[in-house]
């Protein structure tokens, strides 16, 4: 079992920044990839950034060289960094974990969702 506790996340002024935090707690050994996903009204759900084990990043077309994504294993805390902010950002950001054991199952761990309001 793996919880997720988000925050950072609030109401803004387009160009503005804001850095959402993510801290993991529990079977973190786990976690083989963490990442950011968002979901705006009247859309799915779509995946912003993620980061492995390795530290590989992949960034949605849509916030490449606006955000970025890190993680501090030694917190168990995954970041991500808003800059530039658009009012097209706007949405509710929630952390994911993947889990994995070797050779066996693999498991998804949501945290609460934390909105990020951007305003024009």
């Known amino acids: 079992q793996v919880q997720l506790v988000e925050s950072g996340g609030g109401l803004v002024q387009a160009g503005g920044s804001l850095r959402l935090s993510c801290a993991a707690s529990g079977d973190t050994i786990c976690i083989s990839a963490m990442g950011w996903y968002r979901q705006a009204p009247g859309k799915e759900r779509e995946l912003v950034a993620a980061i492995t084990s390795g530290g590989i990043t992949v960034y949605a077309d849509s916030v490449k060289g606006r955000f970025a994504t890190t993680r501090d294993n030694a917190k168990n805390t995954v970041y991500l960094l808003m800059n530039s902010l658009k009012p097209e950002d706007t949405a509710v950001y929630y952390c994911?974990?993947?889990?994995?054991?070797?050779?066996?199952?693999?498991?998804?761990?949501w945290g609460q969702g934390t909105q990020v309001t951007v305003s024009s």
């Open positions: 994911n974990a993947h889990c994995r054991v070797v050779g066996g199952p693999e498991n998804d761990y």
